[in-house]
């Protein structure tokens, strides 16, 4: 056939494997070769393997221990992080609090992922008068100060681990719907869109299936900068005393013990919890850069 | 020693880039000269290494991954490769300038015209500001921009794309430099366009006793600017001569290949030749088959006794252009502005003009990708503009569109064979997957694609092959109409070539309908039974393709008709 004629110069040999790379693939391949985000990555994982093990009761069994006896003991070589006014071991506590955290991070992460993106795709695929509503109704929501509606929030529901994610995912989902709404704009009108419309395809297909994996890079970015938001808010609200209920072990509550114990000259509860609070967000924040660089295809070629 | 008659000697230059898969050799120690005050047309396709030399004399090699390995770079006995960076930046935009494809992008959009023009010219020339905006308004008015003093003061969205090469144009000559590097500087420009700047950069090599350096994937293109030739394949020289000798007594198959792979507009043949006619994959000649090649175009009837498969009866689509501040619409642009067309069955009609003449926006509106603001369109009996979103989506597997830029219209996550895929799951046609897989592979195949392939990803094809799975999956719903969007512009000569000859194929094969969208009159009189003629929105001719091309009445027509590149140089034809 004719056609085959013309093949000679679309050298097929040329094309190694048959299997192709996708630019997931791609991207996860270079994000292998930086060392810093691997780095990062073993430490998140860390924290969630001993966050796993507290749960399980079968790391720092001790941390609800109380022994009066034992109150304000400084750091030393029974208790490396010193204990609480409890008698707690701070060590434990801080330890546990890991759980809280990355419950809140996660939960709260993922829910504001989730708003953000359906209400971005539909505001910015659709358009007109659905776009408007939508940024009308996220530019209110967004004049209201953030800590208003957690408290706000808090009381009505009442305080709890639930009741922070929930308040967490429910404020922070308006960044990343701007983001969202901008990338569908942008690819609405790309020709891969329009050729996928000629083809006969409908708008669910032509937003999950088409315009979706094409901005999910920016969801993977903005949920684990979201991780990190979530975490430090939680540790903010408990400190104000919107968090956790008492008694949960976390760290905005060792926090907030310590503003008084400070004054006695009690640093370790302070000091735990921020070394806690610093390793993980540190973590998070390289791995995050990290992850965009990987994942942005305008710097492919670095 | 260096000849004192060469500006620019390139010896033994070798350039590498190192990528993933292993160290790519893009130039191979190519050896050329550019004399003084004349014109060298460096041609290849993409790929061959043509604008990785141009960037070497400028020393704009990204490093990492690019490294020059070896050779020299002389301009004017001094070997560029061994300067700093400092006196580096003295020589780029001073004597050494360039212009580059996309006139869009090469200008900062934040600035007047005006405002970079003189930017160069306070940094080399140390001009004051007040100096050197009026220069640069004198500059401007040397390269043909109308209205040079308001036009000063525009920014460049607000140029079209012609004027706005012409700023380029600007810029690099602002310091008289001694060698113009122009970088495929009227590929994105329509013809028309194209042959203005020609004639532009002809008139100020003149003027000013420039050496040109003109990279092009079009041997057309150069045949009247060019004094030498060099041409590029696969990152070596395969011949370098004369523009006399390269057109009239070329050596190496490709080429041959390539002159003869444009289409002309004074020759009828069936198919075009292609490349690989001259040349076997190894670059070793091939004997030409004289009988494939001297087929001529048997001008295939047509006439109103044919069965119509579409009429296009008054369509409009006007654009609300500015809304008042309580949402009244006050002008609009009438992109498409009563256009009435029959296309007939089996035939393939032409639809040609220059960008903003409505022809993309025509096209879509036939599909209803873009709504019509009015008229009706009538696909073998039925008014499409009245069907509901189902019936439509029914409708959609008869007609399909191939687009322009074959990067842009494939989904980038998608693999190969999940894009040919998808329309067969929409249609529902084929029982499962592996009957579906069985199909893309046959269409794979039929485009001239191994169906291993179906695997990989569109970044991993290059352009003419992404075209070719673009027309696969246009017909995986089986269609019998497809509009072409300019789905060969985009391409260098050569792919458009076997790209042209594919659609001819598939056309007989199948009995596909075509609407073939360009602005090169050229190729749609290659392709096309019959020629619309579109300006400003409206159809001004209407004739078949002999016709339009032996009698143009519009002067549009007649204009279009003479921009084209003849292929040849003026004194030799």
Known sequence: MSTVATQNFVPVAELKAAKGRSLWQDAFRRLRHEKVAMISLAIIIAYLVMAALCAAGLLFTNYNVTDHGAAYLPPGAGHWMGTDIFGRDVMARAAHGTITSLIVGFFGAALAVVIGTVMGAISGYFGGVIDELIVWFYTTVDTIPYILLVVAFSFVVGPGLSTLCLAIGLTSWIGHCRIVRSEFMKHRDREYVHGATALGAGHARRIFVHILPNVFHLVLINFSLGFVTAVKSEVILSYLGLGVAAGTPSWGMMISDAKLELAREVWWGLAAATFFMFFLVLAFTLFNDALRDALDPKLKSR | ?573
Request: charged share 25%.
């Open chain 2, 1 to 573: 020693m260096a000849d004192k008659n060469n500006i620019i000697e390139v010896r033994n230059l070798s350039v590498e880039f190192r990528t993933d898969e292993g160290t790519v050799r893009a130039v191979k120690n190519i050896s050329f000269n550019i004399p003084r005050g004349k014109t060298v047309g460096l041609v290849g396709e993409s790929g061959s290494g043509k604008s990785v030399t141009s960037l070497a004399a400028m020393r704009l090699i990204p490093n990492p991954p690019g490294k020059i390995t070896s050779g020299e770079i002389l301009l004017d006995g001094k070997d560029l490769l061994k300067l700093t960076e400092g006196q580096m930046r003295d020589i780029r935009g001073n004597q050494i300038s360039m212009i580059f494809q996309e006139p869009m992008t090469s200008l900062n959009p934040v600035f007047t015209v005006g405002d970079q023009i003189a930017e160069t010219l306070m940094l080399h020339q140390k001009l004051s500001k007040t100096a050197a905006l009026a220069k640069s308004l004198d500059l401007m008015t040397q390269v043909g921009i109308p209205n040079p003093s308001e036009r000063i003061k525009s920014y460049p969205h607000e140029l079209s794309g012609g004027q706005r090469q012409r700023v380029m144009i600007a810029m690099a000559i602002a310091c008289e430099p001694d060698v113009l590097i122009a970088d495929e500087p009227t590929t994105a420009l329509d013809v028309t366009i194209q042959k203005q700047i020609l004639d532009l950069l002809a008139d100020l090599q003149k003027k000013y006793q420039m050496s040109i350096l003109f990279i092009t994937h079009d041997l057309g293109v150069i045949a009247d600017i060019a004094d030498e030739v060099v041409v590029m394949y696969r990152g070596d020289i395969v011949e370098k001569g004369t523009t006399e000798q390269i057109f009239t007594k070329p050596q190496h198959p490709y080429t041959k290949g390539l002159l003869a792979c444009r289409p002309s507009l004074d020759s009828n043949p069936r198919r075009l030749p292609v490349v690989s006619d001259f040349m076997n994959a190894e670059g070793q000649e091939r004997p030409l088959d004289v009988t494939v090649m001297k087929q001529q175009k048997q001008n295939r009837v047509v006439s109103d006794a044919q069965t119509t498969l579409l009429q296009i009866q008054n369509v409009k689509k006007h654009f609300p252009l500015k809304k008042g501040f309580f949402g009244g619409v006050q002008s609009w642009v009438k992109a498409v502005d009563d256009v009435t067309l029959n296309v007939r069955k089996g035939r393939t009609l032409g639809l040609v003009g220059e960008s903003g003449c409505g022809k993309t926006t025509l096209g879509r509106t036939i599909l209803r990708l873009i709504e019509p603001t009015a008229g009706s369109i009538i696909y073998n009996g039925t008014d499409i503009t009245k069907l509901d979103r189902e019936a439509m989506r029914a409708m959609r597997r008869k007609m399909q569109i191939i687009f322009q830029d074959p990067y842009a219209s494939l989904n980038p996550r998608m693999t190969v064979g999940a894009a040919l895929m998808e329309p067969m799951i929409i249609h529902n046609l084929g029982n499962g997957r592996n009957e579906r897989l069985e199909m893309a592979g046959e269409l794979m195949k039929r485009v001239g694609l191994d169906r291993a392939m179906l695997n990989r990803y569109p970044h991993e094809f290059s352009g003419g092959q992404r075209q070719r799975i673009c027309i696969a999956r246009a017909l995986a719903v089986k269609p019998e109409f497809i509009i072409c969007d300019e789905s060969v512009s985009a391409l260098d000569v050569s792919i458009q070539a076997q790209i042209l000859n594919l659609l001819l194929d598939l056309q007989e094969e199948m009995h596909l309908t075509y609407v073939f969208i360009s602005h090169d009159l050229a190729v749609v009189k290659f392709i096309s039974d019959e020629v619309a003629v579109m300006y400003n929105g409206k159809v001004v001719e209407m004739n078949d393709a002999v016709g339009i091309y032996e009698a143009p009445q519009h002067d549009y027509t007649k204009k279009l008709l003479s921009a084209i590149p003849k292929g040849m140089p003026k004194h030799l034809s």
